[in-house]
């Protein structure tokens, strides 16, 4: 937490309004970020199924969370992800 809150020292909570955490995983950076800026709407992108279904569940019935199932490239197509164990 000592990290973010250093990193976003000097912006002012109410004036953050949305959030896009990419390759958000199980939604640490998501949970901090909500901590720091509790105003804000967080919108996760997270491209493996595993890691999406546990970011779900880190904010059931969270109004200000919002998750995607999907990665993001420079390119526009679909590839597939290799995921070691």
Do not use: W
Request: aromatic share 12%; glycine share 4%; charged share 25%.
């Amino acid at each position: 937490m000592v990290i973010y809150k250093t990193l976003f020292k000097d912006i002012e909570k109410n004036k953050i309004h949305a959030v896009i955490d990419v390759g958000a995983n199980v939604g640490y950076a998501s949970k901090m970020i909500h901590y720091l800026f509790p105003l804000a709407k967080i919108y996760a992108i997270e491209p493996v199924p595993m890691s999406k279904a546990c970011l779900d569940k880190n904010f059931t019935n969270s109004r200000f969370f919002h998750s995607y199932e999907f990665a993001l490239s420079d390119k526009q197509g679909r590839v597939k992800m290799n995921i070691a164990e």
